[in-house]
Each structure stands twice: as structure tokens, then as C-alpha cells.
């Protein structure tokens, strides 16, 4: 069964211990783990501010109201667990962003993610090596290839595959 605690398993894991081989590219965004449960969506950033890793909380679906806060934002203990957990787990938190009465809120990571994933981000800011002029924005059979070389996290599965 999926919880928060094997979303963060498969998160933190990709993050901080999955080589990555040295021919992938990752957008810096990272990946995306649904809880649809708990109406959530995790966010693994491998190069968020300060181009350390970020950990974010989102309502998955959001109940917007016109001229009103959402109708169902996150708990107003929810980032602040979160960042307690990561630090019990031994992720030093550097600093905190949004949360309630916010549909998302960030946990800013002190360490940096694995040296291959960040290395694979900055193969993504360099851009397609084959057509340079595209930057990031080709969409040549190399550039693409070179982005699904990336290794995901294997669990949770198998209804919220992770993504982009
Ligand atoms: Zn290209």
C-alpha cells in the first residue's frame, strides 16, 4: 500500500541514492509521486534553490474558489511534519516555503543530491549536444533518448508512476 512514508522511500532514494549513468539528462524540475489517497502530489527537485534538492506537497486536485482561499488547502501542520520527518530521517532542513492556508509547500534540503543526478542536470542545461542552437528545446531522437536514460525510482508502484 502506498504511503507517505514509501513515497518519501522512493523519492529521497532517487534523490540521494540512485546513480545515474553519465549519458542521461534530468530537468531540474525533477519527479512527481502521487498519494491519491491523501489527494497529494510529491515533488523531488534535484536542484531547487540555491541548487539544492527540494521536497514539495501539493493538493493534487484543488478545490478553487473565486476571491476565496482553496476550499481544502494543505493541514496547518502538514509542511511542518513533513519537514520534521525528513530531518528524522537524517535530511537536514535548510528552510521552508508556503503551506497552509497554500495548496503547496516546499522543504528546502541542506545536502546536495547524488553528485550523478547532479551531474545529470547540468547535462540538461547544456542542452541537445547535437543541434546546440535548440538548447533544451529539441526534440531530436538524442536529446530524447538521452532523457529516458535517466533511472526513475522503481516503487511505489504501480498506479502513480512517477513522472515528469
Ligand atoms: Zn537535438
Known amino acids: 500500500m502506498r504511503t507517505l512514508a ?3 522511500d522512493a523519492g529521497l532514494g ?6 545515474q549513468p553519465d549519458d542521461a539528462h534530468q530537468q531540474h524540475h ?3 509521486i502521487g498519494l491519491p489517497e491523501y489527494n497529494r502530489l510529491y515533488g523531488f527537485c534535484p ?3 540555491e541548487h539544492l534538492p527540494v521536497v514539495v506537497v501539493n493538493v493534487a486536485e484543488p478545490k478553487l474558489r473565486p476571491y476565496q482561499l482553496p476550499a481544502n488547502p494543505l493541514t496547518p ?3 511542518d511534519d513533513l519537514a520534521a520527518e525528513l530531518e528524522r530521517r537524517g535530511f537536514p532542513v535548510r528552510t521552508t516555503w508556503n ?4 495548496i503547496t509547500g516546499s522543504v528546502g534540503l541542506a545536502s546536495p543530491a547524488h553528485p550523478t543526478l547532479v551531474a545529470a542536470v547540468q547535462r540538461y542545461h547544456r542542452g541537445c549536444t547535437v543541434h546546440p542552437k535548440r538548447h533544451v528545446f529539441c526534440d531530436c531522437e538524442h ?10 525510482p522503481r ?3 504501480p498506479e502513480g508512476h512517477p513522472r515528469e
Open 6 to 8: 514509501t513515497v518519501l
Open 14 to 19: 532517487w534523490l540521494y541514492d540512485t546513480v
Open 30 to 32: 525533477g519527479i512527481s
Open 47 to 49: 536542484d531547487g534553490a
Open 77 to 79: 501542520r502538514e509542511l
Open 99 to 102: 503551506g497552509f492556508p497554500a
Open 143 to 152: 536529446w530524447r533518448a538521452e532523457g529516458a536514460r535517466i533511472i526513475r
Open 155 to 157: 516503487h511505489p508502484t
